[in-house]
T-cell receptor, first 115, second 112 residues
Framework: NAGVMQNPRHLVRRRGQEARLRCSPM?????VYWYRQLPEEGLKFMVY????????ESGMPKERFSAEFPKEGPSILRIQQVVRGDSAAYFC?????????????FGPGTRLTVL | AQSVTQLDSQVPVFEEAPVELRCNYS??????LFWYVQYPNQGLQLLLK??????LVKGINGFEAEFNKSQTSFHLRKPSVHISDTAEYFC??????????FGDGTTLTVKP
């Protein structure tokens, strides 16, 4: 997972605040996936983005959550009006998006704690 | 749609003993299969992957896995574990570029 950057690594928010999680993919990768890992569980797919496009958001809650991957800059996962149930580790995975490519590269994650 | 079942949530084992972590999957299409390791408070590191070809796949840290299409399994094995192998292990499947479905994980605890 070297090369995929996520920040902050740890984020504490009070209920009702906003959380912004950032992911910078590996150099040359134009695709990003976001996953959420609740305590004692595996990773659950949230959203798949290509630069300036949302390809698949089938795993993202319909309210309060949004994601973007602008032409310049990192991908951002935004959670509005956080609740305690949003406490989790959020991982992004970088993907080259080239034909024949098959491996995602994971970042170190952002651990969100909602008080 | 795909699903992954990791049959053991916790596997305790003594150092230098062999270990097998079991993974079964279901999918209506051909899939890629992966095993990842996660150390406490860290991200996921790819151990090995099966795409096609030989059903026995060798990965890093002495791990290997065997793809069994008829049993839809992809069990992870290591002949002799070390204390440093203590971690969470995740099996994952992917039917298309990138997007993966993960199992709930198996906690491997290696005891001295």
């Amino acid at each position: 997972n070297a090369g995929v950057m996520q920040n902050p690594r740890h984020l504490v928010r009070r209920r009702g605040q906003e959380a912004r999680l950032r992911c910078s993919p590996m150099k040359g990768h134009s695709h990003v996936y976001w996953y959420r890992q609740l305590p004692e569980e595996g990773l659950k797919f949230m959203v798949y983005l290509q630069k300036e496009n949302i390809i698949d958001e089938s795993g993202m809650p319909k309210e309060r959550f949004s994601a973007e991957f602008p032409k310049e800059g990192p991908s951002i996962l935004r959670i509005q009006q956080v609740v305690r149930g949003d406490s989790a580790a959020y991982f992004c995975a970088s993907f080259p998006g080239l034909a024949g490519s098959d491996t995602q590269y994971f970042g170190p994650g952002t651990r969100l704690t909602v008080l | 749609a795909q699903s992954v079942t990791q049959l053991d949530s916790q596997v305790p084992v003594f150092e230098e003993a062999p270990v097998e972590l079991r993974c079964n999957y279901s999918s209506s299409v051909s899939v890629y299969l992966f095993w990842y390791v996660q150390y406490p408070n860290q991200g996921l590191q790819l151990l090995l992957k099966y795409l096609s070809g030989s059903t026995l796949v060798k990965g890093i840290n002495g791990f290997e896995a065997e793809f069994n299409k008829s049993q839809t399994s992809f069990h992870l094995r290591k002949p002799s574990v070390h204390i440093s192998d203590t971690a969470e292990y995740f099996c994952a499947v992917s039917a298309s570029a990138g997007k993966s479905t993960f199992g709930d994980g198996t906690t491997l605890t290696v005891k001295p």
